[in-house]
Protein backbone atom coordinates (compact mmCIF):
# COMPACT_ATOMS: atom_id res chain seq x y z
CA UNK A 1 0.00 0.00 0.00
CA UNK A 2 1.36 3.71 -0.23
CA UNK A 3 -0.41 6.24 2.31
CA UNK A 4 -3.02 8.80 0.93
CA UNK A 5 -0.18 11.70 1.08
CA UNK A 6 2.51 9.48 -0.65
CA UNK A 7 0.03 8.88 -3.31
CA UNK A 8 -1.05 13.04 -3.86
CA UNK A 9 3.03 13.69 -4.54
CA UNK A 10 3.09 11.44 -7.24
CA UNK A 11 -0.21 11.53 -9.18
CA UNK A 12 -0.80 15.25 -9.17
CA UNK A 13 0.92 16.56 -12.59
CA UNK A 14 0.07 20.19 -12.76
CA UNK A 15 2.58 23.09 -11.98
CA UNK A 16 3.44 23.68 -8.00
CA UNK A 17 2.90 20.26 -7.60
CA UNK A 18 5.49 17.75 -6.69
CA UNK A 19 4.96 15.34 -8.82
CA UNK A 20 4.73 17.94 -11.29
CA UNK A 21 8.17 19.34 -10.72
CA UNK A 22 9.48 16.41 -10.66
CA UNK A 23 8.31 15.49 -14.43
CA UNK A 24 9.28 18.85 -15.89
CA UNK A 25 12.74 18.27 -14.83
CA UNK A 26 12.52 15.46 -17.61
CA UNK A 27 11.92 15.71 -21.47
CA UNK A 28 8.54 14.34 -22.28
CA UNK A 29 7.10 13.12 -25.24
CA UNK A 30 4.07 16.39 -26.56
CA UNK A 31 2.95 14.99 -29.82
CA UNK A 32 4.02 12.97 -32.75
CA UNK A 33 6.03 14.06 -35.22
CA UNK A 34 3.19 12.66 -38.05
CA UNK A 35 1.11 15.20 -36.27
CA UNK A 36 2.83 18.42 -37.98
CA UNK A 37 3.39 17.11 -41.32
CA UNK A 38 4.26 20.06 -43.27
CA UNK A 39 6.07 23.44 -42.59
CA UNK A 40 3.36 26.53 -41.90
CA UNK A 41 0.63 23.35 -41.29
CA UNK A 42 -2.43 23.72 -39.41
CA UNK A 43 -1.62 23.98 -35.40
CA UNK A 44 -2.29 21.24 -33.30
CA UNK A 45 -3.62 21.23 -29.65
CA UNK A 46 -1.58 20.14 -26.93
CA UNK A 47 -2.53 19.40 -23.38
CA UNK A 48 0.47 18.22 -21.45
CA UNK A 49 1.13 18.18 -17.40
CA UNK A 50 -2.06 20.09 -17.11
CA UNK A 51 -1.22 22.54 -19.30
CA UNK A 52 -2.71 24.06 -22.51
CA UNK A 53 -0.41 24.04 -25.56
CA UNK A 54 -0.22 24.71 -29.24
CA UNK A 55 2.67 22.87 -31.28
CA UNK A 56 3.11 24.23 -34.75
CA UNK A 57 5.55 23.69 -37.58
CA UNK A 58 7.24 26.63 -39.01
CA UNK A 59 8.33 27.53 -42.55
CA UNK A 60 12.03 26.46 -41.25
CA UNK A 61 10.50 23.17 -40.32
CA UNK A 62 11.31 24.12 -36.88
CA UNK A 63 8.55 22.61 -34.36
CA UNK A 64 7.78 25.42 -31.74
CA UNK A 65 5.60 24.55 -28.52
CA UNK A 66 3.84 27.78 -27.09
CA UNK A 67 1.03 29.03 -24.43
CA UNK A 68 -2.29 28.14 -25.85
CA UNK A 69 -3.61 32.14 -25.89
CA UNK A 70 -2.43 34.78 -26.98
CA UNK A 71 -0.76 37.33 -24.42
CA UNK A 72 -2.79 40.01 -25.90
CA UNK A 73 -6.29 39.24 -24.88
CA UNK A 74 -5.66 35.34 -24.37
CA UNK A 75 -7.50 34.50 -27.47
CA UNK A 76 -6.70 30.85 -28.70
CA UNK A 77 -3.66 30.50 -30.70
CA UNK A 78 -5.29 27.08 -31.96
CA UNK A 79 -7.03 29.37 -34.73
CA UNK A 80 -3.70 31.08 -35.70
CA UNK A 81 -2.36 31.71 -39.14
CA UNK A 82 0.84 29.56 -39.19
CA UNK A 83 3.09 31.72 -41.91
CA UNK A 84 6.43 33.11 -42.57
CA UNK A 85 7.86 31.67 -39.06
CA UNK A 86 5.52 32.32 -36.80
CA UNK A 87 1.94 31.92 -35.55
CA UNK A 88 -0.62 35.02 -35.95
CA UNK A 89 -3.08 35.53 -33.97
CA UNK A 90 -6.10 35.93 -35.98
CA UNK A 91 -8.10 38.49 -33.16
CA UNK A 92 -5.15 41.72 -33.45
CA UNK A 93 -2.80 39.62 -35.67
CA UNK A 94 -0.16 40.05 -32.67
CA UNK A 95 2.23 37.41 -34.37
CA UNK A 96 5.46 35.09 -31.99
CA UNK A 97 7.86 33.12 -32.86
CA UNK A 98 8.58 29.37 -31.74
CA UNK A 99 10.79 30.87 -28.86
CA UNK A 100 7.80 32.76 -27.78
CA UNK A 101 9.31 36.08 -29.24
CA UNK A 102 6.85 38.69 -31.14
CA UNK A 103 7.75 39.56 -34.06
CA UNK A 104 5.02 41.86 -35.12
CA UNK A 105 2.38 44.16 -33.55
CA UNK A 106 0.01 45.76 -36.43
CA UNK A 107 -2.78 46.81 -34.31
CA UNK A 108 -0.54 49.30 -32.23
CA UNK A 109 2.03 52.13 -33.51
CA UNK A 110 4.91 51.67 -35.75
CA UNK A 111 8.31 51.02 -33.27
CA UNK A 112 6.45 50.48 -30.20
CA UNK A 113 8.17 49.47 -26.84
CA UNK A 114 5.45 47.53 -26.04
CA UNK A 115 6.63 44.92 -28.79
CA UNK A 116 9.71 43.89 -27.34
CA UNK A 117 8.17 43.56 -23.91
CA UNK A 118 5.61 41.24 -24.59
CA UNK A 119 6.59 37.81 -24.65
CA UNK A 120 4.74 34.24 -24.93
CA UNK A 121 5.48 31.34 -23.11
CA UNK A 122 7.33 28.77 -25.07
CA UNK A 123 9.55 25.39 -24.30
CA UNK A 124 12.54 24.06 -25.68
CA UNK A 125 11.70 21.42 -28.14
CA UNK A 126 13.74 18.05 -29.55
CA UNK A 127 12.69 16.30 -32.57
CA UNK A 128 13.67 12.94 -33.09
CA UNK A 129 12.60 9.43 -32.89
CA UNK A 130 9.50 10.25 -34.24
CA UNK A 131 8.80 12.26 -31.49
CA UNK A 132 8.01 15.64 -30.58
CA UNK A 133 10.39 16.21 -26.99
CA UNK A 134 9.89 19.28 -24.63
CA UNK A 135 11.59 19.95 -21.60
CA UNK A 136 9.07 22.19 -19.30
CA UNK A 137 11.17 22.93 -16.36
CA UNK A 138 13.73 25.43 -15.13
CA UNK A 139 15.87 26.54 -17.89
CA UNK A 140 19.04 26.23 -16.22
CA UNK A 141 18.79 22.61 -15.46
CA UNK A 142 17.72 21.18 -18.33
CA UNK A 143 19.78 18.15 -18.82
CA UNK A 144 20.64 16.83 -22.84
CA UNK A 145 17.67 15.44 -24.38
CA UNK A 146 16.65 11.63 -24.45
CA UNK A 147 19.02 9.85 -27.11
CA UNK A 148 17.11 6.11 -26.93
CA UNK A 149 18.70 3.30 -28.78
CA UNK A 150 15.05 3.11 -30.17
CA UNK A 151 15.27 6.50 -31.31
CA UNK A 152 18.30 5.97 -33.64
CA UNK A 153 16.49 3.25 -35.36
CA UNK A 154 16.22 4.83 -38.82
CA UNK A 155 12.37 5.70 -39.71
CA UNK A 156 12.26 1.93 -42.01
CA UNK A 157 12.77 -0.13 -38.87
CA UNK A 158 10.89 1.84 -36.20
CA UNK A 159 7.37 2.11 -35.13
CA UNK A 160 5.88 4.92 -32.94
CA UNK A 161 2.41 5.10 -32.18
CA UNK A 162 0.10 6.78 -29.60
CA UNK A 163 -2.86 6.05 -27.61
CA UNK A 164 -5.51 8.02 -25.28
CA UNK A 165 -5.96 6.35 -21.89
CA UNK A 166 -8.33 7.84 -19.06
CA UNK A 167 -7.09 7.31 -16.23
CA UNK A 168 -3.67 8.77 -13.99
CA UNK A 169 -0.17 8.19 -15.67
CA UNK A 170 1.06 6.01 -12.71
CA UNK A 171 -1.77 3.47 -13.25
CA UNK A 172 -0.50 3.03 -17.08
CA UNK A 173 3.10 3.23 -15.65
CA UNK A 174 2.54 0.33 -12.90
CA UNK A 175 0.90 -1.75 -15.30
CA UNK A 176 3.49 -1.85 -17.93
CA UNK A 177 6.21 -3.02 -14.57
CA UNK A 178 4.01 -5.35 -13.98
CA UNK A 179 5.33 -8.69 -15.38
CA UNK A 180 2.74 -11.31 -13.88
CA UNK A 181 -0.81 -10.01 -15.12
CA UNK A 182 1.00 -11.14 -18.61
CA UNK A 183 -0.14 -14.74 -17.54
CA UNK A 184 -3.69 -13.99 -16.92
CA UNK A 185 -4.56 -10.75 -18.60
CA UNK A 186 -3.42 -11.52 -21.81
CA UNK A 187 -3.62 -15.26 -22.00
CA UNK A 188 -5.40 -15.08 -25.53
CA UNK A 189 -5.04 -18.58 -26.23
CA UNK A 190 -6.81 -21.01 -23.38
CA UNK A 191 -5.79 -24.06 -24.58
CA UNK A 192 -2.05 -23.46 -25.97
CA UNK A 193 -0.11 -25.71 -23.21
CA UNK A 194 3.51 -24.42 -24.47
CA UNK A 195 2.54 -20.95 -23.22
CA UNK A 196 5.54 -19.73 -21.31
CA UNK A 197 3.99 -17.18 -19.07
CA UNK A 198 1.56 -20.48 -18.37
CA UNK A 199 4.13 -22.44 -17.38
CA UNK A 200 5.13 -20.14 -14.58
CA UNK A 201 2.28 -17.92 -13.53
CA UNK A 202 4.46 -17.20 -10.36
CA UNK A 203 7.80 -15.00 -11.86
CA UNK A 204 11.10 -14.72 -9.65
CA UNK A 205 11.92 -10.85 -10.10
CA UNK A 206 15.29 -9.68 -9.01
CA UNK A 207 15.68 -5.86 -9.55
CA UNK A 208 19.26 -3.63 -10.01
CA UNK A 209 18.78 -0.23 -9.16
CA UNK A 210 20.84 2.51 -11.73
CA UNK A 211 21.73 5.63 -12.80
CA UNK A 212 18.52 5.74 -14.61
CA UNK A 213 16.13 4.32 -12.99
CA UNK A 214 16.29 -0.26 -12.55
CA UNK A 215 17.05 -3.04 -14.71
CA UNK A 216 14.74 -6.14 -13.24
CA UNK A 217 14.32 -10.00 -14.65
CA UNK A 218 11.66 -11.94 -14.65
CA UNK A 219 11.99 -15.45 -14.37
CA UNK A 220 9.89 -18.24 -15.23
CA UNK A 221 10.65 -22.21 -14.79
CA UNK A 222 8.73 -23.97 -17.91
CA UNK A 223 10.17 -27.43 -17.60
CA UNK A 224 12.67 -29.41 -19.22
CA UNK A 225 15.46 -27.79 -17.13
CA UNK A 226 14.62 -24.57 -18.97
CA UNK A 227 13.83 -20.94 -17.94
CA UNK A 228 11.94 -18.44 -19.51
CA UNK A 229 14.25 -14.94 -18.80
CA UNK A 230 12.88 -11.72 -19.21
CA UNK A 231 14.94 -8.46 -18.77
CA UNK A 232 12.76 -5.16 -18.75
CA UNK A 233 14.23 -1.61 -18.21
CA UNK A 234 12.47 0.97 -16.34
CA UNK A 235 14.05 4.25 -17.23
CA UNK A 236 12.60 7.31 -14.85
CA UNK A 237 10.24 8.94 -14.86
CA UNK A 238 7.62 6.78 -16.87
CA UNK A 239 9.24 4.81 -19.41
CA UNK A 240 9.13 0.66 -19.46
CA UNK A 241 11.43 -0.75 -21.84
CA UNK A 242 10.93 -4.85 -22.68
CA UNK A 243 12.62 -7.70 -24.59
CA UNK A 244 9.97 -9.49 -27.46
CA UNK A 245 12.56 -11.41 -28.63
CA UNK A 246 10.33 -15.03 -27.83
CA UNK A 247 7.12 -16.03 -28.90
CA UNK A 248 4.79 -17.28 -25.79
CA UNK A 249 5.68 -20.92 -27.25
CA UNK A 250 9.07 -20.41 -26.60
CA UNK A 251 10.28 -20.49 -29.89
CA UNK A 252 11.67 -16.89 -31.59
CA UNK A 253 9.38 -14.55 -33.35
CA UNK A 254 9.48 -13.96 -37.28
CA UNK A 255 10.95 -10.18 -36.43
CA UNK A 256 12.28 -10.33 -33.18
CA UNK A 257 11.47 -6.94 -31.74
CA UNK A 258 11.94 -5.01 -28.61
CA UNK A 259 9.41 -2.41 -27.36
CA UNK A 260 8.19 -0.25 -24.82
CA UNK A 261 5.97 2.40 -24.05
CA UNK A 262 5.73 6.04 -22.44
CA UNK A 263 3.38 7.50 -20.09
CA UNK A 264 3.32 10.98 -20.93
CA UNK A 265 0.08 12.82 -18.21
CA UNK A 266 -2.60 14.65 -19.94
CA UNK A 267 -3.57 15.91 -16.87
CA UNK A 268 -3.99 13.97 -13.43
CA UNK A 269 -6.81 12.23 -14.89
CA UNK A 270 -5.93 11.42 -18.75
CA UNK A 271 -2.91 9.74 -20.20
CA UNK A 272 -1.15 9.76 -23.75
CA UNK A 273 1.19 6.13 -24.15
CA UNK A 274 3.54 6.31 -26.68
CA UNK A 275 4.17 2.68 -27.88
CA UNK A 276 7.11 2.13 -29.74
CA UNK A 277 9.20 -0.86 -31.19
CA UNK A 278 12.33 -1.56 -33.07
CA UNK A 279 13.73 -5.08 -34.50
CA UNK A 280 16.74 -6.62 -32.77
CA UNK A 281 18.98 -5.57 -35.38
CA UNK A 282 19.33 -4.15 -38.74
CA UNK A 283 18.47 -6.89 -40.11
CA UNK A 284 14.68 -6.33 -39.99
CA UNK A 285 12.96 -3.68 -41.32
CA UNK A 286 9.68 -3.77 -40.45
CA UNK A 287 7.11 -2.72 -43.37
CA UNK A 288 3.92 -0.97 -42.66
CA UNK A 289 1.76 -4.09 -43.61
CA UNK A 290 3.53 -5.34 -40.44
CA UNK A 291 3.48 -2.64 -38.50
CA UNK A 292 -0.29 -1.91 -38.93
CA UNK A 293 -0.70 -6.20 -37.87
CA UNK A 294 0.92 -5.64 -35.07
CA UNK A 295 -0.69 -2.45 -33.97
CA UNK A 296 -3.87 -4.33 -34.51
CA UNK A 297 -3.14 -6.91 -32.55
CA UNK A 298 -2.39 -5.16 -29.65
CA UNK A 299 -6.06 -3.02 -30.60
CA UNK A 300 -4.55 0.20 -31.61
CA UNK A 301 -4.26 -0.40 -35.23
CA UNK A 302 -6.04 2.17 -37.35
CA UNK A 303 -9.45 0.02 -37.53
CA UNK A 304 -9.42 0.14 -33.96
CA UNK A 305 -9.13 4.18 -33.10
CA UNK A 306 -12.18 6.20 -33.24
CA UNK A 307 -11.40 8.31 -36.56
CA UNK A 308 -9.23 11.52 -36.07
CA UNK A 309 -8.33 10.38 -32.61
CA UNK A 310 -6.21 8.48 -30.38
CA UNK A 311 -9.23 6.67 -28.99
CA UNK A 312 -9.94 3.30 -28.67
CA UNK A 313 -13.40 2.44 -30.60
CA UNK A 314 -13.52 -0.89 -27.65
CA UNK A 315 -13.55 1.48 -24.37
CA UNK A 316 -15.45 2.48 -20.92
CA UNK A 317 -18.59 3.06 -22.46
CA UNK A 318 -19.33 -0.27 -24.55
CA UNK A 319 -17.30 -2.51 -21.81
CA UNK A 320 -14.46 -2.79 -24.23
CA UNK A 321 -16.48 -5.12 -26.11
CA UNK A 322 -16.05 -7.93 -23.62
CA UNK A 323 -17.18 -11.77 -25.29
CA UNK A 324 -18.38 -13.65 -22.21
CA UNK A 325 -18.38 -16.91 -24.21
CA UNK A 326 -15.19 -15.80 -25.54
CA UNK A 327 -14.09 -15.45 -21.89
CA UNK A 328 -15.19 -18.98 -21.19
CA UNK A 329 -13.82 -20.60 -24.09
CA UNK A 330 -10.98 -19.05 -25.88
CA UNK A 331 -9.41 -16.23 -23.96
CA UNK A 332 -8.89 -15.18 -20.12
CA UNK A 333 -10.41 -11.54 -20.64
CA UNK A 334 -12.85 -11.95 -23.28
CA UNK A 335 -11.76 -8.43 -24.33
CA UNK A 336 -9.66 -8.16 -27.44
CA UNK A 337 -6.31 -6.53 -28.01
CA UNK A 338 -3.79 -6.82 -25.24
CA UNK A 339 -3.60 -2.61 -25.50
CA UNK A 340 -7.42 -2.86 -24.74
CA UNK A 341 -6.96 -5.40 -22.18
CA UNK A 342 -4.68 -3.05 -20.23
CA UNK A 343 -7.08 -0.13 -20.54
CA UNK A 344 -9.91 -2.05 -19.49
CA UNK A 345 -8.10 -3.23 -15.93
CA UNK A 346 -6.18 0.10 -15.71
CA UNK A 347 -9.17 2.51 -16.91
CA UNK A 348 -11.87 0.45 -14.46
CA UNK A 349 -9.55 1.48 -11.48
CA UNK A 350 -11.22 4.69 -11.65
CA UNK A 351 -9.22 7.63 -12.85
CA UNK A 352 -6.94 7.76 -9.23
CA UNK A 353 -6.50 4.60 -8.09
CA UNK A 354 -6.69 4.85 -4.10
CA UNK A 355 -3.20 3.23 -3.19
CA UNK A 356 -3.70 3.07 0.61
CA UNK A 357 -6.52 0.42 -0.40
CA UNK A 358 -3.91 -2.29 -1.89
CA UNK A 359 -2.30 -5.85 -0.75
CA UNK A 360 0.69 -6.12 -2.31
CA UNK A 361 2.60 -9.42 -2.92
CA UNK A 362 5.82 -10.73 -4.12
CA UNK A 363 4.59 -10.33 -7.81
CA UNK A 364 4.92 -6.29 -7.06
CA UNK A 365 8.49 -6.06 -6.37
CA UNK A 366 9.13 -3.94 -9.12
CA UNK A 367 6.54 -1.63 -8.88
CA UNK A 368 7.42 -1.01 -5.34
CA UNK A 369 10.66 0.23 -6.54
CA UNK A 370 9.38 2.13 -8.75
CA UNK A 371 7.20 4.02 -6.10
CA UNK A 372 9.92 4.47 -4.18
CA UNK A 373 12.47 6.03 -6.46
CA UNK A 374 9.90 8.09 -7.71
CA UNK A 375 9.57 9.73 -4.24
CA UNK A 376 13.40 9.81 -3.77
CA UNK A 377 13.23 11.71 -6.67
CA UNK A 378 10.57 14.59 -5.62
CA UNK A 379 12.24 15.01 -2.18
CA UNK A 380 15.26 15.87 -3.93
CA UNK A 381 13.86 17.91 -6.65
CA UNK A 382 12.46 19.43 -3.81
CA UNK A 383 15.97 19.87 -2.07
CA UNK A 384 17.48 21.24 -5.00
CA UNK A 385 19.80 18.74 -6.45
CA UNK A 386 18.87 16.59 -9.70
CA UNK A 387 16.72 13.21 -10.10
CA UNK A 388 17.85 10.30 -10.97
CA UNK A 389 17.91 9.73 -15.03
CA UNK A 390 18.45 13.30 -15.92
CA UNK A 391 21.39 12.22 -17.73
CA UNK A 392 20.76 11.07 -21.21
CA UNK A 393 24.30 8.86 -21.29
CA UNK A 394 22.93 6.59 -18.23
CA UNK A 395 20.44 5.34 -20.51
CA UNK A 396 21.71 5.71 -24.28
CA UNK A 397 22.73 2.21 -24.73
CA UNK A 398 20.70 0.20 -22.40
CA UNK A 399 18.09 -2.18 -24.17
CA UNK A 400 16.09 -5.31 -22.82
CA UNK A 401 16.21 -8.96 -23.81
CA UNK A 402 14.05 -11.66 -23.40
CA UNK A 403 15.10 -15.61 -24.39
CA UNK A 404 14.47 -19.43 -23.31
CA UNK A 405 17.85 -20.75 -21.66
CA UNK A 406 19.34 -24.05 -19.92
CA UNK A 407 18.13 -24.38 -16.19
CA UNK A 408 21.88 -23.76 -14.66
CA UNK A 409 23.10 -21.74 -17.65
CA UNK A 410 24.41 -17.64 -16.24
CA UNK A 411 21.66 -15.81 -17.87
CA UNK A 412 23.90 -12.62 -17.71
CA UNK A 413 26.76 -14.30 -19.82
CA UNK A 414 23.51 -15.78 -22.05
CA UNK A 415 22.24 -12.52 -22.60
CA UNK A 416 25.57 -10.31 -23.18
CA UNK A 417 25.27 -9.93 -26.84
CA UNK A 418 21.33 -9.53 -26.57
CA UNK A 419 22.00 -6.91 -24.04
CA UNK A 420 24.29 -4.69 -26.61
CA UNK A 421 23.15 -1.64 -27.98
CA UNK A 422 23.08 -2.32 -31.79
CA UNK A 423 21.33 1.26 -33.06
Not at 158 to 177: D, M, P, W
Not at 395 to 409: F, H, K, T
Request: with cysteine; glycine share 8%.
Amino acid sequence: MLRPEDNERLVRVGPGTPGGALLRRYWMPAALSAELPEPDGAPLRVRLLGEDLIAFRDSAGAVGLVDAYCPHRRAPMFFGRNEECGLRCVYHGWKFDRNGECTDMPSEPAGTPLQAKVKMKAYPVHEAGGVVWTYMGPKDRMPAPPDYEWMRAPATHRIVSKTFEHCNYLQGLEGGLDTAHSSFAHNNDLGNKRNTRLLDTAPQLDIETTDYGYSYVSTRRIGEGKRYVRVYQYVMPVQQMRGAISALDGTLRDIPEIDGHIWAPIDDETTFVYNWAYPYDQSYPIDPEHAEMREHYAGRGKVDLIPGTFKLKANASNDYLIDRHVQKTKTFTGIPGVNTQDFALQEGMGSIVDRSKEFLGTSDKAIVAMRRLMLEAVRDVEAGRDPRGVDAQASRDIRPYDNIIAGDADWLEAFREGLRAKF
